[in-house]
């Protein structure tokens, strides 16, 4: 079961204060760089399942602490930092007996510049969606893993899909046939690179410089690398937003969705680029099945789902990649 932090009272005494975690964070900072801290604080929102600090050292760099009651897989990370270099954070374990006493983890991250999406959107006016999608689209392009889709397809796709049809849940009845149509299909999406996909793209994840251009993705848990197409589903609310539990197309959707979708297209090696361009269709599939599997999550065994997002899947579920519908809307419903 993970571990939840509601408030601080949920750690141990030696970190149960924001006081008590800035000197622990800038304790670590000191030790580990050699270089003495000189101020710490809390990101604008803490996590649910750890507590953040932002250090400055006396040098004027910033570096990130994050105290955690659960070890976290640093395997995500490091991935996503091979394929996209310094737009992602390098991460590292660091020893304290202390901390290990009472089960904390503390781990030290290099600090993203910029000020998360959230802050940041629209402080450049209307425009701005565009530049946030425009260019976190030339960085996904990069996302590029070695080897093959199959054990994916295999080993983790087709198990989740069958879950679904075998689920007795009233929610997923609707998208059965769908379910059923892409175990059908599902092969096809071995011929498809893998590419690198964040487990949870959103405002809170993606950081901006002060141009709204993207400088860099945080918060790589759970990610896993899966065929092309399937990490970018987040499309809809990248580009689209909910807002009053609805889902909605802002004036620049159309710009932002067809920009970001041209950036990776763009992005990619060429010899990547081909094989796309020869199996748009599956591509296609790809991206319907990441929106399926993103709005009916597997947590500890079991199904999830957020009824709002549910509410929005059949219009999601009808999406169509520019390169497919050409001229058309992205949504047929």
Known sequence: MTISITSNADLPKCLDTESKQVKKAMQLAHSHSGIPAK???????QGFFSRTMIVT??????????????PLDMEPFKLAREAFGSFVPDIELLEDKELESDN??????????GKPWFE???????????????????????????GSSDEVVDNKLRPRLELLLSSDDGQILPFKDMITDLLGKLDQLKTLPLFM???????LNVML????????????????????????????????????????????????ERGFWQEVFDGVPVDLRKVLDANLDVVQMAVILGTLLGTFELEEGKIVCNPVSVEALPKFLSYRIPFIRGSDPPYSK
Request: aromatic share 10%; hydrophobic share 35%; charged share 25%.
């Open 57 to 70: 050292l006396q040098n004027g760099e910033e570096v990130v602490i994050q105290f955690r009651p659960e």
């Open 39 to 45: 101020t710490a604080q809390g990101p604008p929102i």
């Open 197 to 203: 996909s964040h487990f949870d793209l959103n405002e």
């Open 104 to 113: 904390i983890w503390v781990y030290w991250m290099t600090r993203i510049p």
């Open 209 to 256: 410089d002060e141009n709204c251009e993207v400088s860099g993705m945080v918060d790589w848990e759970f990610s896993k690398p899966l065929p092309f197409g399937m990490g970018f589903d987040r499309i809809h609310t990248l580009a689209g937003e909910f807002s009053e539990k609805k889902f909605h197309m802002p004036d620049e959707f159309h710009e932002s």
């Open 120 to 146: 940041a959107r629209n402080r450049k006016g209307p425009k701005a969606l565009v530049t946030i999608n425009k260019s976190l689209g030339r960085i996904l392009s990069k996302g590029h893993i070695k």
